[in-house]
């Protein structure tokens, strides 16, 4: 994430306590809600989405260590990092702004020279959600075992297979929720994977530290829907 303009402040859920957000940060998976507040009366950002997996690849920090965490992208890298902000913070234009961004991706892709590995297909399969496969038919696909493809999920994802499939499910309801507001609650967690409203409710719970309904009430309220921001 790239902050252009203002500051950003990320509240965390059950902790009692907010974190002032550098000019730039890598972010891993998180597990529990956090609330994102805007410091400054502008706000300009732009955020960079990696296939799961993708920032292990790229910085080298195993998923589990950044689980639940922002950190300086200049901490990461140095250089690099400190260069493409103060290019960012003169640019002119957004095409200008999105070119730095991606010179400052090539540039440490090309230094890291890292090789697809075969497996990383099967989290992309996971983030889909497209349907319910056991853990040892994932494992079978990535050509590992069981114990293997843990191993690689925590160290790529942060979080177990069985963990980021549940995830990978919240999301996918949660946004047919966005799209889709007049469907019922129980409709959209058959939709996307759940036995019933209830394990739908107790993923809520977890991972968004309230039911559904009261998530969706507190969605309405945020700057983005204000703005027109979200697609229905």
């Known amino acids: 994430m790239f902050y252009l303009k203002g500051a950003e ?17 890598i972010t891993g998976q998180f597990t529990s809600r956090i609330n994102r507040l ?28 950044l689980l639940n965490q922002h950190i300086d992208l ?10 493409t902000n103060d290019k960012l913070a003169d640019a002119q234009s957004y095409v200008e702004m999105i070119g730095f961004i991606e010179e400052f991706l090539l540039t440490i892709v090309k230094k890291i020279r ?43 994802v942060g979080v177990s297979p069985k963990h980021f499939s ?37 993923d809520y719970k977890e991972f968004a530290s309230v039911p559904p309904t009261l998530l969706f009430n507190q969605e309405s309220k945020a700057l983005e829907r204000t703005l027109g921001l979200l697609k229905e």
């Open 38 to 65: 805007s410091a400054s009366s502008e706000i300009l950002m732009i955020q960079v989405v990696f296939k799961p997996g993708g920032i292990y690849r790229l910085t080298g920090i195993p998923g589990s260590e």
């Open 9 to 25: 402040i990320t509240e965390v859920l059950g902790e009692n306590k907010t974190i002032a957000r550098p000019r730039s940060v």
């Open 114 to 156: 890292a090789k697809n590995e075969p497996f990383e297909e099967v989290f992309q399969l996971i983030a889909a959600n497209n349907q319910n496969h056991s853990i040892d038919w994932l494992a079978s696909q990535a050509c590992l075992s069981q114990r293997q493809f843990e191993r690689k999920s925590e160290k790529y």
């Open 166 to 202: 549940r995830i990978a499910r919240f999301h996918q309801s949660y946004c047919m929720r966005l799209a889709n507001p007049f469907h019922s609650w129980l409709t959209i967690a058959i939709a996307t994977g759940y036995h019933d409203y209830q394990h739908l409710v107790k």
């Open 74 to 83: 200049e901490s990461v890298f140095p250089v690099e990092g400190r260069e």
